[in-house]
């Protein structure tokens, strides 16, 4: 009765799970990202100037300048795109070397989006003046003249404005052959006058993206300032963002940092000059159409600079757009001085494991030629570091199994004494050396190794669409087929109806090799935690099924290899049996 009431009760929670999600899809309200920006010209406009522009803030940047008009293209071993010359805005960046899907179709991944998009994406800088200054500056409506068409690792271009006023702006861009832009500022005083500005660069994104909804997964605006890293989710720089007077959600001073926005694979991030003081904030700026607002993030000299009568200043900011290479943004690291930038890959809390077990992997992967084989080769690894422990968790639990007749007949001689039944077990285990805890130890020592992996194959680009072999096509994600369709063979996707209903191939077999590992574990003596112990492969297999497919292979894995070791230590263990207990 009790076995009947269980299943029942498994089948009403999964039924309303199903039904749940059905009606969540169908008929519930889900957020919607934010709409482009687009002003009633039809022109797109980002977030408007700054009202503030007195005290240093600088505004968004592209309030209603035009999109249309000349270019300059970019084109570097691993980027593509180009530059609006309208505003000096960084709007068009490809990635040359990876694609949205595994399709061989497939675009390529678009970092920064135009204006006039639905996506609007986009980098500037500029100059503002201090208080009771009014030196013409470059605007968003303002044309700059470039010194050639395109922009190369081989081949810099400057981007030149004067403003009928005897000073001339400069912005020397250049690109290395990875995904690092210098801007040079310059401002050349043709006047008899000292002149005074404040100079900033900016990231400006006009949507929310909706590719992660994950929890163990940050992304949004994030930096390090004074050598402390900032996460700012969507939501506060919303909120915090819409109730201050500068439509900032955090603002600090310090020398150099790093500040921009992340996705799960890519990032756009300001780097000042490490030597520079100077402010980052992050704001929820309001754009030229009412009610829109964009995402900000910025740096501003924490002073004006003066610059004297035929003079010129020069101040450097860099600009990385790309994909966090763990390498590259380490080498960027040592080569600017750049505080913690691998932290722009959300390695977690456990970062003193899960960096070196994605070093590991990556070696691993460079020496065999598939992170597949490389997560096996991990696997046995770990296996042999814990081995001293579970050899002793193994022979503890075969002296277990071998008590079990002895538990057995304690339990009939104090059948009304449940009291007696623990103190007697205890003084068993006390007296055959069995430590009834010893079984979760190798378990528990797996967890951080578990969660660290589990990172490291979801959120390190190096993992992104890595195939294995067969049907597995890409170890970041879930395995693609379902037993429901009978793995592909009918012509439907039950995942439509809910996402619980993808049960691949791959995760059955971990259930199998769990339903296997746990019928070499001795059974436990209450008789609902031994029924709830039956049901432990099923739910991990419908668990599991949603992870990362390379996650499942560890795991399947891990466990058969758990198998072969409990089996044979296990027989070696085993103690003779001996006459069961007989009433006193």
Known sequence: MDQKRLFTTMAISAAILLIFQVVQEKFLPHPTPAPAVVASSGQPTASATAPAAAAGMPGGGAANAAVSGPRLTIDTPNIKGSLSLTGAVLDDVELKAYHETTAKDSPLVQILGRRDSDKPYFTKFGWTNPAGSNIAVPTDATVWTASAATLTPDAPVTLSWDNGAGVTFQEVLSVDDKFMFSVAQRVINHTNQPISLYNWGLVSRGYLPDEQKSMILYDGPLGVINGTLKQISYGSTKSDGLRSPDHSAFSDTGTGGWLGITDKYWLTALVPDSKSTVIGSVRYMPTAVKDVYDYQTDFISSAPETIAPGATSNDEMHLFTGAKVVKTLDAYAAQYNIPEFDHAVDFGHLYLITKPIFFCLDWLNGQIGNFGLAILAFTVGVKALFFPLASYSYRSMAKMKAAAPKIKALKELYKDDNTKIQQETMALYKAEKINPASGCLPMLVQIPVFFALYKVIYTTIEMRQAPFYGWIHDLSVPDPTTIFNLFGLLPFDPTVISPYLGL??????????????????????????????????????????????????????????????????????????????AKS
């Open 504 to 581: 691949g191939a791959l995760p059955i077999i971990m259930g199998f090799t769990m339903y296997l590992q746990q019928k070499l574990n001795p059974t436990p003596p209450d008789p609902v935690q031994a029924r709830m112990f039956q049901f432990m492969p099923i739910i991990f297999t419908f668990m599991l099924a949603r992870f990362p497919a390379g996650l499942v292979l560890y795991w399947t894995w891990n466990n058969l290899l758990s198998v072969g070791q409990q089996w044979l230590i296990m027989r070696q263990a085993a103690p003779k049996t001996k006459p069961a207990l």
